[in-house]
């Protein structure tokens, strides 16, 4: 039981260990404990029932995983990487 504070923990995670975090942190949950999580990962983001603020100079407000701007550029980007990469690359 306790309260973890973790400041952008997939910064050194691979896709892999950040799936491997959530187990730990459905754990940790499941004992009790309560996690806040400054992250950038939409992977950490998708943890079911799970609250996501949105910092900005508007202030701060509650979003939907699929509202939030990581969730929507990664799909897009998975959905159809050879479009995006033209996009980015050009010619």
């Known amino acids: 039981q306790g309260l973890y504070l973790f400041d952008e923990p997939e910064s050194a995670l691979s ?26 990962s939409p992977i950490l983001m998708a943890y079911p029932d799970s609250w996501i603020y949105r910092f900005s100079e508007d202030g ?11 969730y929507r550029i990664t799909r897009d980007f998975l959905n159809n990487y050879p479009r995006a990469l033209q996009e980015l690359l050009g010619d």
């Open 60 to 70: 701060i407000c509650r979003q939907e995983y699929e509202e939030t701007e990581q």
């Open 15 to 40: 896709p892999t260990r950040q799936l491997a975090m959530l187990q730990k942190m459905h754990r940790l949950i499941q004992a009790d404990s309560q996690l806040i999580i400054a992250t950038h």
